[in-house]
C-alpha cells in the first residue's frame, strides 16, 4: 500500500502517458486547423473569389501555348493592317498577308476557319458565325449598328460605342476608330525567324539545304551564319539578349556565393573556440555574422542597389554579403567540430598556425564546406532571379517587365520555362560536382 | 601477385622500388592539378566580376564611396524625426505580423504537402513503388520554379493580397522539403514498419504509427529551418509583389526623402523579427536534433 502512495505502478505511469499522447493527438491536429482558420479569415479567403479574374486565367493560359494575329482596320483612313500580337515588328509586309486573309480593294475577308467569316467592306463589318447567322455592323452617326439575329447571346457584348464579339474561332471587335479580329493559333510563332528575315517561312529541310549549299543569299557571309544571326537577333523574342540575362544571372549567383565563401572562410576561424581564445572578439565576429545575415538580402540590395545602380555586380555584391553570414557561421560550426589528433600530429612536426590549418583543419573541414557551397551555388541561381527583379538585371528583370505589361504572357511562358532548365540545371551540375569532389572519384 | 594480376593497370601503379620518388611524384602531381584548378578559378572570378562590373549601371569603384551615403542620409533624417520612431514602429506591426504569417501558412501547408510526397517517393516505404520516380521528379519541378513566378502570375488572376504570396511559397516549400524529408525517411528503421504490417495495419497507419514518430524531430527541425527563410521569401515577395512588410517598404522607399523615418522603421522591425525568428527556431532546432 504505501509503495503505491510514493511510486505509482508501471500501468499508472503507461496509462498516464498514453492519456497525454492520446490528448496532444488531438491538440495538436486542433491547433493547427484553428491557425488556418484564423489565417483564412486575416488573409480575406472569402473575398478572392470575387476578386479572382478567371477570364484573366482563360486569356493566361492560352496565350501560354498559342499566338493570336490581329487584323486592324482604321476607320478613318481605310487602311487594314495584319501583324501578329499586334505589334510592329510582326506586321506582314503587303505582298505577303496569311493565306487566311484576303484584300480586294476596300473588301477584306477573313477566314477563321470552321465556316466562321469576317468581312471588312465600306459599308462597316460582318461576321458570320456558323449556327447562328450573321451579325452586321453599321456605322451610323459614329455608332455602330449591331443587325443579329435576337435574341442576342451573352457571347456579344454590345455599349454604346463599341460591339465585341467572342467566340471559339477567335475574337472581334468593333468601335469608332478602328475594327479588329483576332485569330488564335497555336505555336509560338516567328519564334525561328520574323518575317522580314529572309529564312521566314522556310521549312527545316529547306533551311538545311540552304546551310549547307553554296548559294549566298548575303554575298558577304555564309547562309549558316546568316542564319545563326538571324535566329540570335530576333526581334520578337531577342534570344541574344534572353541568352545573356540568364548568363548574368549565372554569373549573379557564381560570383556571390564564391566570393562569400572566400571572405567567410578566414572570417569563421575567428568565431570559433578552439581557434580563438579571445572570447570578447569571438562574439565579435559571431555578431558581424549574425548582422549581415539577419539584415537579409532584400535590405542589403535595396542600399547597395543605390550605390552601384542597377545591373549584376549590384546583384552579385548583395548575394556575397549576405551569404557571407551564412557561411561564417556554418564554417565556425564545422571548425568547432574538428577532430583535434590531426591538428596536434601536425603540430608535433613543428608547424607554424599557418600550415597547421592548411594541412590539419582544412582537409577536414573541405567535404563540408564544398558541400555547403555547391548547394548554396545552387539555391542562389533561384535568388538571382528575384534579386534581378529588384536590382534590375539578368532575367529576372525580363520576367518581370513582361509580367507587367500583361500582354505578352508566351514570352512569360518562355521565360519560366528557361528559368526552370536553368535551375535544374544548375541543381544536377552541382550534385554532380558534389559527388565528383567529395567521394574522390 | 592477385593485385598484380587483376588490380589496377601496370601504368597507374606507383613504382615502389624508390619510394621516396614516387611519393614525391604524386604529390607533384597533386599540386599541379591544384594549381591548375586554382588558376581557372582565379580566372573565372576576375573576368567574371570584370564583366559583371562592365554590364552594371555604375562601377564599383565610383559607387564604393556612396555605399554609406544613402544609409546615412536615411539615418540622418529618421534622427531628427525620432520622436516618430515608436509610433511608426507599430503602424508597420499588423504588415509585419501579415508577413510572418504568410510564411507559416506556407510553411505548414507545404510541410504537409511534403510530408505525403516525400514518404510517397521514398524507396522502401512507398506505396506505390513503381511510381516512386513521377513523384521525385514533381518535387523536383516544385523546387525549380522560383517563388516570385507563380506569385507574379497569380497576381494577375488572383488580384492582390496575401494568397498568391502563401501560394508560391507553399508550392516551392513542398518540394524543398519534400526532398529533405525523404532523405530523412530513407534512414528510418525498418523493424516497427514491418511489426505493424505483421498485426494488419494498413499503409496510412504503418506510416503514421512506424515512420512518423521516428521521423518527426528531423523533419520537425528541417521545417523550422525552411519557415526562417520563409520569412524572408515573404518579405521579398512583398516588396515585388504585394502584401506585408515588403510592400510597405516599397511604398516608403519610393516616397523616398521625407519618409526615411518610416523607412528606418521598416528596416529595423524586419531586422528585429528575422534575428528572433532565427534564434527561436535555433534554439527548438538544437533541442529537437539533440534530444534534451
Same mark, same amino acid.
Given at each position: 500500500?504505501?509503495?503505491?502512495?510514493?511510486?505509482?505502478?508501471?500501468?499508472?505511469?503507461?496509462?498516464?502517458?498514453?492519456?497525454?499522447?492520446?490528448?496532444?493527438?488531438?491538440?495538436?491536429?486542433? *491547433?493547427?486547423?484553428?491557425?488556418?482558420?484564423?489565417?483564412?479569415?486575416?488573409?480575406?479567403?472569402?473575398?478572392?473569389?470575387?476578386?479572382?479574374?478567371?477570364?484573366?486565367? *482563360?486569356?493566361?493560359?492560352?496565350?501560354?501555348?498559342?499566338?493570336?494575329?490581329?487584323?486592324?482596320?482604321?476607320?478613318?483612313?481605310?487602311?487594314?493592317?495584319? *501583324?501578329?500580337?499586334?505589334?510592329?515588328?510582326?506586321?506582314?509586309?503587303?505582298?505577303?498577308?496569311?493565306?487566311?486573309?484576303?484584300?480586294?480593294?476596300?473588301?477584306?475577308?477573313?477566314?477563321?476557319?470552321?465556316?466562321?467569316?469576317?468581312?471588312?467592306?465600306?459599308?462597316?463589318?460582318?461576321?458570320?458565325?456558323?449556327?447562328?447567322?450573321?451579325?452586321? +455592323?453599321?456605322?451610323?452617326?459614329?455608332?455602330?449598328?449591331?443587325?443579329?439575329?435576337?435574341?442576342?447571346?451573352?457571347?456579344?457584348?454590345?455599349?454604346?460605342?463599341?460591339?465585341?464579339?467572342?467566340?471559339?474561332?477567335?475574337?472581334?471587335?468593333?468601335?469608332?476608330?478602328?475594327?479588329?479580329?483576332?485569330?488564335?493559333?497555336?505555336?509560338?510563332?516567328?519564334?525561328?525567324?520574323?518575317?522580314?528575315?529572309?529564312?521566314?517561312?522556310?521549312?527545316? *529541310?529547306?533551311?538545311?539545304?540552304?546551310?549547307?549549299?553554296?548559294?549566298?543569299?548575303?554575298? @558577304?557571309?555564309?547562309?549558316?551564319?546568316?542564319?545563326?544571326?538571324?535566329?540570335?537577333?530576333?526581334?520578337?523574342?531577342?534570344?541574344?539578349?534572353?541568352?545573356?540575362?540568364?548568363?548574368?544571372?549565372?554569373?549573379?549567383?557564381?560570383?556571390?556565393?564564391?566570393?562569400?565563401?572566400?571572405?567567410?572562410?578566414?572570417?569563421?576561424?575567428?568565431?570559433?573556440?578552439?581557434?580563438?581564445?579571445?572570447?570578447?572578439?569571438?562574439?565579435?565576429?559571431?555578431?558581424?555574422?549574425?548582422?549581415?545575415?539577419?539584415?537579409?538580402?532584400? +535590405?542589403?540590395?535595396?542600399?547597395?542597389?543605390?550605390?552601384?545602380?542597377?545591373?549584376?555586380?549590384?546583384?552579385?555584391?548583395? +548575394?556575397?554579403?549576405?551569404? @557571407?553570414?551564412?557561411?561564417?557561421?556554418?564554417?565556425?560550426?564545422?571548425?568547432?567540430?574538428?577532430?583535434?589528433?590531426?591538428?596536434?600530429?601536425?603540430?608535433?612536426?613543428?608547424?607554424?598556425?599557418?600550415?597547421?590549418?592548411?594541412?590539419?583543419?582544412?582537409?577536414?573541414?573541405?567535404?563540408?564546406?564544398?558541400?555547403?557551397?555547391?548547394?548554396?551555388?545552387?539555391?542562389?541561381?533561384?535568388?538571382?532571379?528575384?534579386?534581378?527583379?529588384?536590382?534590375?538585371?539578368?532575367?529576372?528583370?525580363?520576367?518581370?517587365?513582361? +509580367?507587367?505589361?500583361?500582354?505578352?504572357?508566351?514570352?512569360?511562358?518562355?521565360?519560366?520555362?528557361?528559368?526552370?532548365?536553368?535551375?535544374?540545371?544548375?541543381?544536377?551540375?552541382?550534385?554532380?560536382?558534389?559527388?565528383?569532389?567529395?567521394?574522390?572519384? | 601477385?592477385?593485385?598484380?594480376?587483376?588490380?589496377?593497370?601496370?601504368?597507374?601503379?606507383?613504382?615502389?622500388?624508390?619510394?621516396?620518388?614516387?611519393?614525391?611524384?604524386?604529390?607533384?602531381?597533386?599540386?599541379?592539378?591544384?594549381?591548375?584548378?586554382?588558376?581557372?578559378?582565379?580566372?573565372?572570378?576576375?573576368?567574371?566580376?570584370?564583366?559583371?562590373?562592365?554590364?552594371?549601371?555604375?562601377?564599383?569603384?565610383?559607387?564604393?564611396?556612396?555605399?554609406?551615403?544613402?544609409?546615412?542620409?536615411?539615418?540622418?533624417?529618421?534622427?531628427?524625426?525620432?520622436?516618430?520612431?515608436?509610433?511608426?514602429?507599430?503602424?508597420?506591426?499588423?504588415?509585419?505580423?501579415?508577413?510572418?504569417?504568410?510564411?507559416?501558412?506556407?510553411?505548414?501547408?507545404?510541410?504537409?504537402?511534403?510530408?505525403?510526397?516525400?514518404?510517397?517517393?521514398?524507396?522502401?516505404?512507398?506505396?506505390?513503388?513503381?511510381?516512386?520516380?513521377?513523384?521525385?521528379?514533381?518535387?523536383?519541378?516544385?523546387?525549380?520554379?522560383?517563388?516570385?513566378?507563380?506569385?507574379?502570375?497569380?497576381?494577375?488572376?488572383?488580384?492582390?493580397?496575401?494568397?498568391?504570396?502563401?501560394?508560391?511559397?507553399?508550392?516551392?516549400?513542398?518540394?524543398?522539403?519534400?526532398?529533405?524529408?525523404?532523405?530523412?525517411?530513407?534512414?528510418?528503421?525498418?523493424?516497427?514498419?514491418?511489426?505493424?504490417?505483421?498485426?494488419?495495419?494498413?499503409?496510412?497507419?504503418?506510416?503514421?504509427?512506424?515512420?512518423?514518430?521516428?521521423?518527426?524531430?528531423?523533419?520537425?527541425?528541417?521545417?523550422?529551418?525552411?519557415?526562417?527563410?520563409?520569412?524572408?521569401?515573404?518579405?521579398?515577395?512583398?516588396?515585388?509583389?504585394?502584401?506585408?512588410?515588403?510592400?510597405?517598404?516599397?511604398?516608403?522607399?519610393?516616397?523616398?526623402?521625407?519618409?526615411?523615418?518610416?523607412?528606418?522603421?521598416?528596416?529595423?522591425?524586419?531586422?528585429?523579427?528575422?534575428?528572433?525568428?532565427?534564434?527561436?527556431?535555433?534554439?527548438?532546432?538544437?533541442?529537437?536534433?539533440?534530444?534534451?
Amino acid at each position: 500500500m504505501t509503495m503505491t502512495a510514493t511510486a505509482p505502478s508501471l500501468a499508472e505511469t503507461v496509462t498516464a502517458s498514453f492519456a497525454r499522447k492520446r490528448r496532444m493527438a488531438f491538440a495538436i491536429p486542433a *491547433a493547427i486547423l484553428a491557425y488556418l482558420i484564423y489565417a483564412a479569415i486575416s488573409f480575406d479567403l472569402a473575398g478572392l473569389a470575387q476578386r479572382a479574374r478567371f477570364d484573366n486565367a *482563360a486569356i493566361l493560359l492560352s496565350d501560354f501555348w498559342m499566338h493570336k494575329t490581329h487584323v486592324t482596320r482604321d476607320n478613318r483612313t481605310d487602311t487594314v493592317t495584319v *501583324a501578329i500580337e499586334g505589334e510592329t515588328k510582326g506586321t506582314y509586309p503587303p505582298g505577303l498577308l496569311p493565306d487566311w486573309v484576303r484584300i480586294d480593294g476596300d473588301v477584306t475577308t477573313i477566314d477563321l476557319g470552321r465556316g466562321h467569316i469576317v468581312t471588312y467592306d465600306g459599308d462597316g463589318a460582318r461576321y458570320v458565325v456558323p449556327g447562328y447567322g450573321t451579325i452586321d +455592323i453599321r456605322p451610323e452617326g459614329g455608332k455602330p449598328v449591331v443587325t443579329a439575329p435576337e435574341p442576342i447571346p451573352d457571347w456579344i457584348s454590345i455599349s454604346d460605342n463599341k460591339v465585341a464579339v467572342t467566340t471559339d474561332a477567335g475574337r472581334f471587335n468593333y468601335s469608332r476608330a478602328k475594327v479588329e479580329t483576332f485569330k488564335y493559333e497555336p505555336g509560338w510563332e516567328l519564334w525561328f525567324f520574323t518575317l522580314d528575315s529572309p529564312f521566314h517561312g522556310k521549312s527545316f *529541310a529547306e533551311l538545311a539545304r540552304l546551310a549547307l549549299s553554296g548559294d549566298r543569299i548575303d554575298p @558577304s557571309r555564309s547562309n549558316l551564319g546568316y542564319m545563326l544571326s538571324e535566329f540570335w537577333t530576333n526581334k520578337m523574342w531577342r534570344h541574344g539578349d534572353v541568352a545573356w540575362a540568364i548568363f548574368e544571372t549565372i554569373l549573379m549567383a557564381f560570383l556571390g556565393t564564391m566570393t562569400a565563401a572566400l571572405i567567410a572562410l578566414p572570417l569563421s576561424f575567428l568565431a570559433a573556440r578552439n581557434f580563438n581564445p579571445l572570447g570578447p572578439l569571438r562574439f565579435a565576429a559571431r555578431r558581424v555574422f549574425d548582422f549581415v545575415r539577419g539584415v537579409d538580402g532584400l +535590405i542589403w540590395t535595396i542600399v547597395l542597389s543605390r550605390a552601384f545602380g542597377p545591373g549584376p555586380m549590384t546583384g552579385a555584391i548583395a +548575394i556575397a554579403l549576405t551569404d @557571407s553570414g551564412s557561411f561564417g557561421k556554418m564554417f565556425s560550426e564545422a571548425l568547432e567540430n574538428i577532430d583535434e589528433k590531426q591538428v596536434e600530429g601536425i603540430q608535433s612536426t613543428g608547424a607554424n598556425s599557418l600550415q597547421r590549418a592548411r594541412f590539419g583543419v582544412i582537409p577536414q573541414i573541405t567535404p563540408v564546406l564544398l558541400s555547403q557551397v555547391l548547394y548554396y551555388l545552387e539555391s542562389n541561381t533561384r535568388s538571382a532571379t528575384v534579386i534581378g527583379a529588384i536590382v534590375g538585371g539578368g532575367i529576372g528583370l525580363l520576367l518581370t517587365q513582361a +509580367i507587367i505589361t500583361q500582354k505578352d504572357w508566351e514570352e512569360v511562358a518562355y521565360y519560366m520555362v528557361l528559368i526552370v532548365l536553368m535551375v535544374m540545371l544548375m541543381d544536377s551540375l552541382s550534385g554532380w560536382l558534389r559527388k565528383k569532389l567529395i567521394k574522390g572519384s | 601477385m592477385v593485385d598484380v594480376a587483376f588490380g589496377p593497370g601496370q601504368g597507374q601503379r606507383p613504382d615502389l622500388s624508390n619510394r621516396n620518388e614516387a611519393y614525391l611524384d604524386m604529390v607533384r602531381r597533386k599540386r599541379m592539378y591544384g594549381g591548375i584548378l586554382l588558376v581557372v578559378f582565379v580566372a573565372l572570378m576576375a573576368s567574371g566580376w570584370k564583366l559583371a562590373e562592365h554590364r552594371n549601371a555604375g562601377g564599383f569603384l565610383n559607387g564604393l564611396h556612396q555605399v554609406f551615403d544613402f544609409p546615412s542620409e536615411v539615418l540622418s533624417e529618421a534622427w531628427t524625426n525620432r520622436a516618430n520612431l515608436p509610433g511608426l514602429f507599430w503602424d508597420h506591426v499588423p504588415a509585419l505580423i501579415e508577413t510572418v504569417n504568410i510564411a507559416a501558412v506556407a510553411t505548414l501547408i507545404g510541410a504537409l504537402a511534403a510530408m505525403s510526397l516525400s514518404l510517397l517517393a521514398t524507396r522502401g516505404l512507398a506505396r506505390w513503388p513503381a511510381l516512386i520516380p513521377v513523384f521525385r521528379r514533381t518535387m523536383d519541378g516544385l523546387r525549380a520554379i522560383p517563388e516570385i513566378v507563380i506569385a507574379l502570375v497569380l497576381i494577375y488572376i488572383l488580384g492582390g493580397g496575401p494568397v498568391p504570396a502563401v501560394i508560391a511559397i507553399a508550392l516551392h516549400t513542398g518540394g524543398a522539403l519534400g526532398k529533405l524529408f525523404s532523405e530523412v525517411a530513407e534512414n528510418a528503421d525498418l523493424k516497427p514498419v514491418e511489426g505493424l504490417q505483421s498485426v494488419g495495419a494498413n499503409w496510412s497507419q504503418r506510416m503514421w504509427l512506424g515512420v512518423i514518430p521516428q521521423v518527426a524531430p528531423n523533419w520537425l527541425s528541417y521545417a523550422l529551418l525552411r519557415f526562417e527563410i520563409n520569412v524572408r521569401a515573404s518579405a521579398i515577395l512583398g516588396f515585388v509583389g504585394e502584401g506585408g512588410i515588403g510592400h510597405d517598404l516599397k511604398l516608403a522607399m519610393q516616397w523616398g526623402q521625407g519618409r526615411y523615418d518610416e523607412v528606418v522603421a521598416i528596416f529595423a522591425l524586419l531586422f528585429l523579427a528575422i534575428v528572433v525568428i532565427d534564434h527561436v527556431s535555433d534554439h527548438f532546432r538544437h533541442k529537437l536534433v539533440k534530444g534534451h
